[in-house]
Protein backbone atom coordinates (compact mmCIF):
# COMPACT_ATOMS: atom_id res chain seq x y z
CA UNK A 1 0.00 0.00 0.00
CA UNK A 2 1.78 3.56 -1.15
CA UNK A 3 1.90 6.12 1.76
CA UNK A 4 1.36 9.77 1.14
CA UNK A 5 2.74 12.23 3.30
CA UNK A 6 2.15 15.59 4.51
CA UNK A 7 5.12 18.15 5.20
CA UNK A 8 3.97 21.00 7.60
CA UNK A 9 6.12 24.37 8.66
CA UNK A 10 5.19 27.45 10.02
CA UNK A 11 6.66 29.98 12.59
CA UNK A 12 5.30 30.04 16.09
CA UNK A 13 5.40 33.19 18.65
CA UNK A 14 5.16 31.59 21.69
CA UNK A 15 7.44 30.04 24.13
CA UNK A 16 8.72 25.96 23.80
CA UNK A 17 6.32 25.57 26.92
CA UNK A 18 3.52 27.09 25.57
CA UNK A 19 4.08 25.49 22.36
CA UNK A 20 4.91 21.74 23.87
CA UNK A 21 1.18 22.38 25.70
CA UNK A 22 -0.07 23.24 22.25
CA UNK A 23 0.87 19.94 20.83
CA UNK A 24 -0.16 17.60 23.74
CA UNK A 25 -3.69 18.74 23.83
CA UNK A 26 -3.65 18.76 19.88
CA UNK A 27 -2.25 15.05 19.98
CA UNK A 28 -5.26 12.77 20.50
CA UNK A 29 -7.40 14.18 18.59
CA UNK A 30 -4.80 13.70 15.79
CA UNK A 31 -3.86 10.56 16.33
CA UNK A 32 -7.82 9.53 15.90
CA UNK A 33 -7.77 11.15 12.42
CA UNK A 34 -9.19 8.62 9.72
CA UNK A 35 -6.37 7.01 7.74
CA UNK A 36 -2.92 8.27 9.68
CA UNK A 37 -0.68 5.73 9.86
CA UNK A 38 1.14 8.02 12.03
CA UNK A 39 2.83 11.58 12.85
CA UNK A 40 6.28 13.09 14.07
CA UNK A 41 6.18 16.09 15.57
CA UNK A 42 8.53 18.54 15.31
CA UNK A 43 10.30 21.57 16.52
CA UNK A 44 13.75 24.07 15.81
CA UNK A 45 13.22 26.21 18.64
CA UNK A 46 15.95 28.46 17.94
CA UNK A 47 14.67 29.16 14.34
CA UNK A 48 11.08 29.65 16.09
CA UNK A 49 9.60 26.93 13.75
CA UNK A 50 7.50 24.00 14.08
CA UNK A 51 5.43 21.12 12.38
CA UNK A 52 5.03 17.82 11.85
CA UNK A 53 5.14 14.76 9.60
CA UNK A 54 2.12 13.04 8.25
CA UNK A 55 2.03 10.03 6.95
CA UNK A 56 -1.67 8.69 5.43
CA UNK A 57 -2.64 5.26 3.89
CA UNK A 58 -4.91 7.62 1.56
CA UNK A 59 -4.13 10.06 -0.82
CA UNK A 60 -7.49 11.54 -0.43
CA UNK A 61 -7.85 11.30 3.26
CA UNK A 62 -4.20 13.40 3.30
CA UNK A 63 -5.78 16.21 1.02
CA UNK A 64 -9.05 16.29 2.93
CA UNK A 65 -6.67 16.63 6.66
CA UNK A 66 -4.48 19.07 4.65
CA UNK A 67 -7.25 21.74 3.68
CA UNK A 68 -8.89 21.21 7.82
CA UNK A 69 -5.12 21.73 8.74
CA UNK A 70 -4.61 25.03 6.47
CA UNK A 71 -8.09 26.78 7.87
CA UNK A 72 -7.25 26.03 11.73
CA UNK A 73 -3.87 26.69 11.59
CA UNK A 74 -4.48 30.08 9.57
CA UNK A 75 -6.93 30.75 12.38
CA UNK A 76 -4.50 30.01 15.46
CA UNK A 77 -3.03 33.07 17.15
CA UNK A 78 0.74 33.22 16.95
CA UNK A 79 1.07 31.01 13.97
CA UNK A 80 2.86 32.13 10.20
CA UNK A 81 4.56 31.88 7.34
CA UNK A 82 2.27 28.34 7.00
CA UNK A 83 3.55 25.84 4.17
CA UNK A 84 1.84 22.76 3.68
CA UNK A 85 3.16 20.02 0.81
CA UNK A 86 1.55 16.97 -0.25
CA UNK A 87 4.30 14.21 -1.34
CA UNK A 88 4.11 10.08 -2.49
CA UNK A 89 6.43 7.76 -1.32
CA UNK A 90 9.02 5.99 -3.50
CA UNK A 91 8.58 2.74 -1.84
CA UNK A 92 11.77 0.74 -2.79
CA UNK A 93 14.30 3.44 -1.52
CA UNK A 94 11.97 3.93 1.44
CA UNK A 95 12.11 0.03 1.97
CA UNK A 96 15.67 -0.65 1.76
CA UNK A 97 16.41 2.80 4.32
CA UNK A 98 13.73 1.06 6.80
CA UNK A 99 11.12 3.88 5.98
CA UNK A 100 8.31 3.37 8.64
CA UNK A 101 5.42 4.48 5.54
CA UNK A 102 2.91 1.06 6.56
CA UNK A 103 0.68 1.13 9.30
CA UNK A 104 1.42 -1.32 11.59
CA UNK A 105 -1.09 -1.95 13.93
CA UNK A 106 -2.97 -4.59 11.45
CA UNK A 107 -2.02 -7.94 10.51
CA UNK A 108 0.47 -8.21 8.32
CA UNK A 109 0.43 -11.01 5.36
CA UNK A 110 3.11 -13.56 3.95
CA UNK A 111 2.48 -11.21 0.64
CA UNK A 112 2.86 -7.67 2.72
CA UNK A 113 5.79 -9.19 3.65
CA UNK A 114 7.49 -10.49 0.96
CA UNK A 115 6.21 -7.53 -1.18
CA UNK A 116 8.46 -5.04 1.26
CA UNK A 117 11.42 -7.72 1.11
CA UNK A 118 11.22 -7.58 -2.49
CA UNK A 119 11.45 -3.87 -2.80
CA UNK A 120 14.30 -3.66 -0.46
CA UNK A 121 16.72 -6.12 -1.53
CA UNK A 122 18.40 -5.91 -5.26
CA UNK A 123 17.72 -8.74 -7.35
CA UNK A 124 19.22 -11.11 -10.20
CA UNK A 125 18.25 -12.80 -13.12
CA UNK A 126 19.47 -16.54 -13.07
CA UNK A 127 22.35 -15.40 -15.48
CA UNK A 128 23.79 -12.48 -13.59
CA UNK A 129 23.41 -14.49 -10.28
CA UNK A 130 25.99 -17.14 -12.49
CA UNK A 131 28.09 -14.65 -13.64
CA UNK A 132 28.47 -13.44 -9.88
CA UNK A 133 29.39 -16.31 -8.75
CA UNK A 134 32.30 -16.96 -11.30
CA UNK A 135 33.87 -13.77 -10.81
CA UNK A 136 33.02 -13.58 -6.70
CA UNK A 137 34.03 -17.03 -5.51
CA UNK A 138 33.45 -15.39 -2.67
CA UNK A 139 29.78 -15.25 -2.80
CA UNK A 140 27.44 -17.19 -0.69
CA UNK A 141 24.45 -18.27 -2.32
CA UNK A 142 21.82 -19.13 0.69
CA UNK A 143 18.58 -21.67 0.13
CA UNK A 144 16.89 -20.03 2.91
CA UNK A 145 14.13 -23.37 2.47
CA UNK A 146 14.02 -26.36 4.90
CA UNK A 147 15.95 -29.15 3.48
CA UNK A 148 13.64 -31.58 2.53
CA UNK A 149 12.54 -29.00 0.66
CA UNK A 150 15.44 -28.80 -1.44
CA UNK A 151 16.13 -32.63 -1.31
CA UNK A 152 13.11 -32.16 -3.64
CA UNK A 153 13.55 -29.77 -6.13
CA UNK A 154 17.34 -29.34 -6.11
CA UNK A 155 19.04 -25.93 -5.47
CA UNK A 156 21.55 -23.80 -6.99
CA UNK A 157 25.29 -25.79 -7.00
CA UNK A 158 27.27 -24.64 -4.22
CA UNK A 159 24.55 -22.69 -2.28
CA UNK A 160 24.21 -23.96 1.27
CA UNK A 161 20.83 -24.52 2.97
CA UNK A 162 20.00 -21.99 6.33
CA UNK A 163 16.61 -22.14 6.15
CA UNK A 164 14.91 -19.16 6.72
CA UNK A 165 14.64 -19.43 10.85
CA UNK A 166 18.12 -20.36 11.43
CA UNK A 167 19.23 -17.27 9.92
CA UNK A 168 17.79 -15.17 13.00
CA UNK A 169 20.50 -16.36 14.96
CA UNK A 170 23.44 -17.59 12.75
CA UNK A 171 23.91 -14.26 11.44
CA UNK A 172 23.47 -12.80 14.62
CA UNK A 173 26.81 -11.39 16.21
CA UNK A 174 25.26 -10.95 19.93
CA UNK A 175 24.28 -15.15 20.49
CA UNK A 176 26.90 -17.30 21.81
CA UNK A 177 29.40 -17.81 18.92
CA UNK A 178 28.58 -21.86 19.26
CA UNK A 179 25.18 -20.61 17.94
CA UNK A 180 26.74 -18.50 14.81
CA UNK A 181 27.46 -19.73 11.31
CA UNK A 182 31.42 -18.34 10.54
CA UNK A 183 30.66 -18.04 6.80
CA UNK A 184 27.93 -15.10 7.88
CA UNK A 185 31.22 -13.90 10.02
CA UNK A 186 32.00 -10.81 7.29
CA UNK A 187 28.75 -8.63 6.83
CA UNK A 188 30.55 -7.58 3.71
CA UNK A 189 30.50 -10.67 1.97
CA UNK A 190 28.65 -10.95 -0.98
CA UNK A 191 25.52 -12.69 -0.61
CA UNK A 192 22.98 -14.22 -2.88
CA UNK A 193 19.50 -15.67 -0.79
CA UNK A 194 17.42 -17.86 -2.91
CA UNK A 195 14.11 -20.11 -2.58
CA UNK A 196 11.77 -22.25 -4.92
CA UNK A 197 9.97 -19.14 -6.26
CA UNK A 198 11.48 -15.73 -4.87
CA UNK A 199 9.53 -14.77 -2.45
CA UNK A 200 11.12 -16.47 0.55
CA UNK A 201 14.26 -15.84 -0.51
CA UNK A 202 13.64 -12.01 -0.53
CA UNK A 203 12.44 -12.18 3.15
CA UNK A 204 15.74 -13.63 4.22
CA UNK A 205 17.79 -11.08 2.25
CA UNK A 206 15.95 -8.55 3.99
CA UNK A 207 16.49 -10.34 7.08
CA UNK A 208 20.51 -10.47 6.35
CA UNK A 209 20.43 -6.76 5.43
CA UNK A 210 18.28 -5.55 8.31
CA UNK A 211 21.03 -7.65 10.50
CA UNK A 212 23.76 -5.26 9.00
CA UNK A 213 24.71 -6.86 6.18
CA UNK A 214 25.97 -4.67 3.03
CA UNK A 215 25.88 -6.82 0.06
CA UNK A 216 22.91 -8.80 -0.31
CA UNK A 217 20.56 -9.54 -3.42
CA UNK A 218 17.76 -12.34 -4.26
CA UNK A 219 17.75 -14.57 -7.19
CA UNK A 220 15.03 -13.41 -8.89
CA UNK A 221 12.27 -16.06 -9.79
CA UNK A 222 13.94 -18.51 -6.78
CA UNK A 223 15.58 -21.59 -7.77
CA UNK A 224 12.48 -22.51 -10.40
CA UNK A 225 13.64 -19.52 -12.45
CA UNK A 226 17.11 -21.21 -12.18
CA UNK A 227 15.66 -24.84 -13.44
CA UNK A 228 13.68 -23.05 -16.36
CA UNK A 229 16.96 -20.97 -17.63
CA UNK A 230 18.30 -24.30 -18.05
CA UNK A 231 20.72 -24.24 -15.85
CA UNK A 232 22.00 -27.45 -13.43
CA UNK A 233 20.53 -27.90 -10.06
CA UNK A 234 22.10 -30.10 -7.19
CA UNK A 235 19.29 -32.06 -5.01
CA UNK A 236 20.93 -30.94 -1.20
CA UNK A 237 22.28 -28.12 -0.58
CA UNK A 238 25.35 -28.19 2.12
CA UNK A 239 24.71 -27.20 5.56
Same mark, same amino acid.
Given at each position: ??????????????????????????????????????????????????????????????????????????????????????????????????????????????????????? %??????????????????????????????????????? %????????????????????? *??????? *?????????????? /???????????????????????????? %???????? /???
Amino acid at each position: MTAHMLQVNFNFSSTRAEYEAFCQSSAAPIAGIPDLNWKIWLMNETEKEAGGIYCFAEADAAAAFARDLETMLHSTPGLSKLSIKQFGVLEAPTAITRGPVTRTNGAVTFGQMAATAAA %AIPSLGPEATRQRMTEQPDTLVIDVRDAADIVATGTVPG %AVNLSYGALTYLADSEVPESW *RDPRLAD *RNRPIITTCILGPL /GAMGGKLLHDMGFTDVSVLEGGVQAWID %AGLPVVKN /GSS
